[in-house]
């Protein structure tokens, strides 16, 4: 895996909140005046309101969730303690929450520290879990079967140093009505795991805030691919964020290479219609 910067960079943002100048205000009278200047703010924000965690759950051993069964955190803040709890930016730290094939992981606010997050050792959903600040990881993906399926849906995640979800297996990640703000990267395909597969990404109707590196990376020499549809990147006229790119993985360990970014119809399934700016 790519090494990690030792120090965590925060970013932080302001959003200028807009307002309205519309002729004939004195006629149409202040309440009318708000509305229009409420609905431009809403057009003009990324996304909506993070939930408010119901309780507090300190984790200091890994939580194992058993092929098939779900595991219902009802919006609690679980953070890791003890062992889970030191905080660092490490690889190979240990999850949070371990999912065996075919478990599910919903409503879960995950805090701080949060080790490695959450690990899918098979088939597994992700549905309404939020991270507030990313720790190595957010989620990885480490099924060895082609066949694999993993599900994200609803949630997000915020303060990622580097990855928010990292690609480790084989089969087809798919996210949906995700958000995510101030990130190194949104999903990436391993670019240099010792054991290599064909992985399929597709991220559809997700809300992406500045800053971030890039939404989407595959390795096209193992013949990934990345579809993107309804994806809104907020906060970045000026188009830094890369939305897919392409890289040449190994497994050898070695850095992998960039070879380009943006769509190409193969590697990169999008095309502009599928990405907006507000």
Known sequence: M????????????????????????AALGLTGALVIADSMQSQAEAAPSWPRPTAQQPVPKTIEVKAGKTHDGELKRYYGTGDLGDGGQGEGQAPLIKLQDGAVLKNVVIGSPA????????????????????????????????????????????????????????????????????????????????????????????DVTAPGGSIVGVNTNYNDTATLRKVRIHGDGAKKIKTCTRWTGNDNGDEPVQTGHGPDGKHCKFTAADISYH
Request: charged fraction near 30%; proline fraction near 1%.
């Open 2 to 25: 790519t090494p990690r910067a030792n120090q965590r960079v925060r970013h932080r943002r302001s959003l200028t909140r807009r307002r309205a100048v519309v002729g004939g205000v």
């Open 115 to 206: 080790a490695d997050g959450v690990h899918c050792m098979g088939s597994c959903t992700l549905k309404n879990v939020w991270w507030e600040d990313v720790g190595e990881d957010a989620a990885s993906f480490k099924s060895k079967s082609a066949g694999a399926t993993y599900t994200v849906t609803g949630g997000g995640a915020r303060k990622a140093d580097d990855k928010v979800f990292q690609f480790n297996g084989a089969g087809r990640l798919t996210i949906s009505k995700f958000q995510v703000a101030d990130f190194g990267k949104l999903v990436r395909s391993c670019g240099n795991c010792s054991k290599q597969y064909k992985r399929d990404i597709v991220v559809d109707d997700v």
